[in-house]
């Protein structure tokens, strides 16, 4: 048996983050796209006085966030991820952004104590998700709202987009891309939509590109939970 892929490997997807998902590239416009249509479901004038990031790795969702706040937090469980987001919004020097270390199935925050909570490209990797949708419940006030993006993966049209552009660049690296995402991407599209709608029928869903609520033909699913 071969052994694991090297520390390094995955080591270079967390330094490597925002070139494989941020640049120029087709993968990338589409994943920005997913950040914007979640942000666009938003009043652009409806005030959130706490917001919760979790797992928000470099920060990338922040800049597509139209609405007003008082304190936004960014959580993440990697320190390198939350040094490449300090780093990232160092020059915007926002007394209102707040970065701590936090486990997104496991957060040490009081209960009720966001207006709201965003997961992106969050629950797919987290075992047990009924138990981590119970924990963001518990941290969003009622009327507060829980906004949750994830990659169709395994749907068709996500396995052939993971060929077109971020398993080319994540090779170049040196990273083990296909390893990687088997390891990572741990709750299937089909099961996770299924839990979501179970416990929040009141989610507002939206599907990319294609609109029709099929797995196989979109990229992404996201929805916004009212409380």
């Given at each position: 048996?071969?052994?694991?892929?090297?520390?390094?490997?995955?080591?270079?997807?967390?330094?490597?983050?925002?070139?494989?998902?941020?640049?120029?590239?087709?993968?990338?416009?589409?994943?920005?796209?997913?950040?914007?249509?979640?942000?666009?479901?938003?009043?652009?004038?409806?005030?959130?006085?706490?917001?919760?990031?979790?797992?928000?790795?470099?920060?990338?969702?922040?800049?597509?966030?139209?609405?007003?706040?008082?304190?936004?937090?960014?959580?993440?469980?990697?320190?390198?991820?939350?040094?490449?987001?300090?780093?990232k919004y160092a020059s915007v020097a926002d007394a209102r952004l707040v970065f701590e270390k936090q486990d997104a199935s496991k957060l040490s925050y009081p209960?009720?104590?966001?207006?709201?909570?965003?997961?992106?490209?969050?629950?797919?990797?987290?075992?047990?998700?009924?138990?981590?949708?119970?924990?963001?419940?518990?941290?969003?006030?009622?009327g507060g709202l829980i906004s949750i993006v994830l990659p169709c993966d395994p749907g068709m049209l996500w396995r052939l987009g993971r060929y077109l552009g971020p398993r080319r660049n994540a090779r170049r690296l040196g990273i083990e891309y296909d390893y990687l995402m088997a390891t990572e991407h741990i709750n299937s599209i089909?099961?996770?939509v299924v839990l979501i709608r179970y416990h929040f029928p009141q989610a507002r869903e939206a599907w990319y590109p294609a609109r029709l609520p099929l797995p196989d033909l979109n990229l992404f699913y996201i929805c916004n939970i009212q409380k």
């Open positions: 048996m071969r052994p694991t892929p090297a520390k390094s490997s995955h080591d270079g997807y967390i330094t490597g983050y925002d070139e494989l998902n941020s640049t120029r590239t087709l993968a990338s416009y589409f994943l920005s796209t997913s950040h914007r249509i979640m942000e666009k479901a938003i009043d652009s004038q409806q005030h959130f006085s706490r917001v919760l990031e979790v797992g928000a790795g470099t920060g990338e969702h922040l800049r597509f966030v139209r609405h007003p706040y008082d304190q936004y937090y960014i959580t993440d469980q990697s320190e390198e991820m939350l040094g490449a987001a300090r780093r209960d009720e104590s966001f207006d709201r909570l965003i997961a992106t490209h969050v629950l797919e990797h987290l075992p047990d998700p009924v138990a981590v949708l119970q924990e963001w419940n518990r941290l969003v006030r009622q089909y099961n996770l």
